[in-house]
């Protein structure tokens, strides 16, 4: 009886290891699949003529926006804003202020990472 049951718990036990090692094994590929950032694209902000904005609509990562401040016969830059990243369902632009006399031009969006 005795062996019975030593043999019985050795099997669960292997069975037990497989099936953790299968979902362990599947766990960081899953993480690995996620995409860098994708659907990006730049504008300037609907709130603030003066602020430049990057948005990527999918994906995981980070990204920049970038562009020439331009004011009365003056263009300036390019400069870079701040960063922007998205993590699960947790997110953020990247922003870039000109000040209240200049305006965004030449924006795209740069360095998106995954």
Not at 12 to 32: D, F, K, N, R, W
Not at 71 to 91: C, D, L, Q
Request: charged share 15%.
């Amino acid at each position: 009886m005795n062996k019975t049951r030593t043999r019985a718990g050795v099997f669960a036990s292997a069975i037990a290891l497989t099936a953790s090692g299968v979902t362990l094994g599947l766990a960081p590929a899953a993480e690995a699949a996620a995409p860098k950032p994708t659907g990006c694209s730049a504008y300037v902000s609907h709130e603030d003529i003066h602020d430049a904005v990057a948005w990527c609509s999918k994906g995981n990562g980070t990204w920049y926006v970038q562009a020439d401040c331009t004011s009365a016969g003056r263009v300036n830059g390019p400069y870079r804003g701040s960063k922007g990243w998205r993590k699960g369902a947790t997110e953020a632009a990247s922003v870039l202020d000109c000040g209240t006399n200049a305006w965004p031009i030449n924006l795209k969006v740069v360095n998106v990472s995954g």
